[in-house]
């Protein structure tokens, strides 16, 4: 079975803290996407890689940077949180060319007081 | 960017009824998904539909993609204790997947 592992399942930050999430996957996926989750939104896309040390912004990557060092690990940043970046972030993965299914991670709650 | 529009947004369901929900895109999709995520879970894909007028079943599930690939749907029959969840519709645009907001099931026994 695919496993997509978040580093954290819940998180507590002051405003202005610098965030890493991290993400881990085992099935050597070439796909890594970082999604938020908020009530009402769905799921909404922060950003995404197709390769190592490669990225693409998705619809919403204004307040976040990614990094990708390595094929199976899929870093998210927040280089100085916000209260409005307090959610559930969703880590997947997928294989292959194209949008293919997705394998999801747990989940990272982060609440920013 | 392309938006996926998803009604209703809850649904509130009486064992063994059967519901729909609907999937609707401003865009033509190459291909769309559905997810289901159980209360305190993660979404979990159920299927992939990518050609025009598909239907797929799963079981009591049956999906269908629209025949200008714009729109999709779900439909529950005999819903059941084990439906309860949110169901994500998630279509492709231009290389990307975007979800809707999800249509919130609960059932009553």
């Known amino acids: 079975d695919v496993k997509v592992t978040q580093s954290s399942r819940y998180l507590v930050k002051r405003t202005g803290e610098k965030v890493f999430l991290e993400c881990v996957q085992d099935m050597d996926h070439e796909n890594m996407f970082w999604y938020r989750q908020d009530p009402g939104l769905g799921l909404r896309l922060i950003y995404f890689?197709?390769?190592?040390?490669?990225?693409e912004k998705g619809d919403i990557p204004e307040g976040y940077s990614v990094s990708r060092e390595k094929k199976e690990r899929f870093s998210l940043i927040l280089e100085s949180a916000s209260t409005n970046q307090t959610s559930m972030y969703l880590c997947?993965?997928?294989f292959g060319a194209g949008t293919g299914e997705l394998f999801f991670g747990e989940g990272s709650r982060l609440t920013v007081l | 960017g392309q938006q996926v529009m998803q009604i209703p947004q809850y649904q509130h369901v009486q064992e063994g009824e059967d519901f729909t929900t609907y999937c609707n895109s401003s865009?033509?999709?190459?291909?769309i998904q559905w997810y289901k995520q159980r209360p305190g879970g993660h979404p979990v894909f159920l299927i992939q539909l990518v050609k025009s007028g598909e239907v797929k079943k799963q079981k009591r599930l049956t999906f269908q993609f629209g025949e200008a690939k714009k729109n999709s749907s779900l439909h529950i029959t005999a819903t059941q204790t084990t439906d309860v969840g949110t169901y994500f519709c998630a279509g492709t645009y231009d290389y990307k997947l975007s979800f809707g907001a999800g249509t919130t099931v609960t059932v009553r026994a």
């Open positions: 890689s197709y390769d190592v040390k490669m990225k």
């Open positions: 865009t033509t999709l190459s291909n």
């Open positions: 997947a993965s997928s």
